[in-house]
């Protein structure tokens, strides 16, 4: 069973839930991406402004991307003004890779299937890759939630999925991403069946915004 409950601010957020029947609070459980790649490297034209001798070279250590956990990796670096064309590399070779059809800027600019950027000046530029969707975005029109500030579930179900304390956003575990780039946060878990009342958060601290104002009740029942 599935059910999707939304809220809207200054971004969307989605929360899905697959409710499982069961005596006890089941752990949440993990949205499992593909296997971990041993690297993934950012390529492109732009590889010898952040430090490295070749272009295109899904070898290179210096842009290897940084994992992030739940299959994200990012790497921040600094790029002179000018055009630049890049993709991902998975493991070091080009067996795997991806580029403009994994772009998730609304109408991106691409050469074949590079992705391209334009600096009007120097700027800090940090590239993204989510290894579960194969999703691509880059700062020049993307920027995440802080981690602290993520949308998390909270409720009255939290202590019997396992959480310290229930309508506690700094117990709450159920934790949302934007796994797809596209400012939608979502969450998948386990949860227990019966009656239950929930709220989204909007961040870690106990003085975060929470939506819907009103708690919204979330019912399973085995049939």
């Known amino acids: ?17 697959s409710l499982v029947m ?3 609070g089941i752990p949440p459980s993990a949205v499992h991406a593909n296997s971990a790649p041993k ?3 950012l390529v492109g ?18 842009t290897t991307m940084k994992d992030m956990g739940n299959g994200a990796y990012s790497l921040t670096g600094l790029l002179p003004a000018g055009t630049y064309e890049y993709k991902i590399a998975i493991d070091g070779d080009w067996t795997e890779n991806y580029g403009s059809a994994n772009y998730t800027k609304p109408q991106g600019s691409n050469q074949g299937d590079n992705i391209v950027i334009k ?6 530029v940090t590239f993204y890759y989510n290894h579960g969707t194969h999703r691509i ?23 019997g999925i396992g959480e310290a304390v229930n309508w506690s956003p700094a117990d709450a575990r159920l934790i949302m991403q934007d796994s797809d780039y596209d400012n939608m946060y979502t969450v998948t878990a386990d949860v227990y ?11 870690s601290d ?7 104002a009103n708690r919204e009740a979330l019912t399973y029942r085995k049939t």
């Open 1 to 17: 069973m599935r059910m999707i409950a939304a809220s809207k601010r200054a971004w969307s957020i989605i929360m899905i839930f």
């Open 22 to 24: 069961s005596m006890l």
């Open 39 to 41: 690297q993934v490297t």
């Open 45 to 62: 034209d732009l590889q010898p402004a952040l430090g490295h001798s070749l272009e295109w070279d899904p070898t290179a250590a210096v």
């Open 119 to 124: 600096l009007d000046q120097d700027s800090e």
């Open 137 to 159: 975005a880059d700062s020049t029109y993307y920027t995440p939630l802080a981690a602290d500030k993520l949308p998390r579930v909270i409720g009255s179900f939290q202590s």
């Open 193 to 203: 069946g019966g009656d239950h009342e929930y709220q989204i958060a909007l961040g």
């Open 206 to 212: 106990a003085a975060s915004e929470v939506y819907p």
